[in-house]
């Protein structure tokens, strides 16, 4: 079946521009979690989202950086005046409920902020 | 102190290597323990899985698993050149605990030259 799906592949943007990236689940996953990777870094989570539940924000880095969750599915990670460091692959990833030991991710954006 | 230390290497070794590849945390609500590799330009991909401590074997790859030390390693016997990649450990807390989501090491950058 389908995996997890993430658009644009790439996205190349000016600093101070605002930016929107996609992310379409696994069918039936109601978990969803967004990571940043870095140059040479970890993993670095963001946000994560279960069903109707709060989303779990702890790990945004910046209140330039928001998401969102429509539906239950498809969410998009929005980051305003894009700054440099901002640069990094952007990787998103779903799974079942309650089920964070067993994540499939996406391809990835990478995002290069000029 | 980061909840998961990971050396980030790079370590390169020949083809028919051993490969020992290591991970420490400090929550000891650690329940689940996952191995990933993440080829370049790629997503990470699940690897091994393991649930307490002891071994796991599949194939070339054994996770080991020493709760009691907080430590966690990745064996890759016969490596090969296609096992060039990043691997990054990771662990969650038990299913519906509040800690809902994976935490990640840094990542081991590997190479195998032929």
């Known amino acids: 079946g389908a995996g997890v799906s993430q658009s644009p592949s790439n996205k190349v943007t000016e600093k101070g521009k605002d930016v929107e990236l996609r992310c379409d689940p696994i069918?039936?996953?109601?978990?969803l979690y967004w990571y940043r990777q870095s140059l040479g870094q970890g993993l670095e989570f963001l946000i994560y989202?279960?069903?109707?539940?709060?989303?779990?924000k702890s790990g945004l880095p910046s209140d330039r950086f928001s998401a969102e969750r429509t539906g239950g599915s498809v969410s998009t990670l929005t980051i305003q005046r894009t700054q440099q460091e901002d640069s990094a692959v952007y990787l998103c990833?779903?799974?079942?409920?309650?089920?964070?030991?067993?994540?499939?991710f996406g391809p990835g954006t990478r995002l290069t902020v000029l | 102190q980061k909840e998961v230390e990971q050396d980030p290497g790079p370590l390169s070794v020949p083809e028919g290597a051993i490969v020992s590849l290591n991970c420490t945390y400090s929550?000891?609500?650690?329940?689940?323990f996952m191995w990933y590799r993440q080829y370049s330009r790629k997503g990470p991909e699940l690897l091994m899985y393991?649930?307490?401590?002891g071994n796991k074997e599949d194939g070339r790859f054994t996770a080991q698993v020493d709760k009691s030390s907080k430590y966690i390693s990745l064996f890759i016997r016969d490596s090969q050149p296609s096992d060039s990649a990043t691997y990054l450990c990771?662990?969650?807390?038990?299913?519906?605990?509040?800690?809902?989501?994976?935490?990640f090491g840094r990542g081991t950058q590997l190479t195998v030259w032929p």
């Open positions: 990833a779903s799974s079942l409920a309650g089920e964070a030991d067993t994540q499939y």
């Open positions: 069918s039936g996953h109601t978990a």
């Open positions: 989202f279960q069903g109707n539940s709060a989303p779990d």
């Open positions: 929550n000891s609500a650690f329940q689940y």
């Open positions: 393991t649930y307490s401590s």
């Open positions: 990771a662990m969650s807390a038990p299913r519906g605990s509040t800690l809902g989501r994976l935490y």
